[in-house]
């Protein structure tokens, strides 16, 4: 079994911060490239962060300058750091890992909720 398990989200005011961890366990970890999607109510799921094996990474124009990937493949976790957290940032947060080489190889977090409001 490959399992990917996130955490770290919850209730935040705006212009707070909060660090999601996602570890993932039965895996090679350094093989895939690793994403956060989030989910907002009545939204379609949006890709908001890749990591690559490599350590590139690439974010969605409304995050960039606020929200921070990251990997650490000796803890086999990614991580992402957000700061200066909006309203408009509340959704589902999920991670998701896939090799290149082997699209039909990928996975799924639960997902975390993250709710920015006063």
């Known amino acids: 079994q490959v399992q990917l398990v996130e955490s770290g989200g919850g209730l935040v005011q705006p212009g707070g911060s909060l660090r999601l961890s996602c570890a993932a366990r039965g895996t090679i970890f350094r093989r895939y490239a690793m994403g956060w999607y989030r989910q907002a109510p009545g939204k379609q799921r949006e890709l908001v962060a890749v990591i690559t094996s490599g350590g590139t990474t690439t974010y969605v124009g409304s995050v960039t300058g606020r929200f921070t990937i990251s990997r650490d493949n000796a803890k086999n976790t990614m991580y992402l750091q957000m700061n200066s957290l909006k309203p408009e940032d509340t959704a589902v947060y999920y991670c998701?890992?896939?090799?290149?080489?082997?699209?039909?190889?990928?996975?799924w977090g639960q997902g975390t909720q993250v709710t920015v409001s006063s």
């Open positions: 998701h890992a896939h090799r290149v080489l082997d699209p039909g190889d990928d996975y």
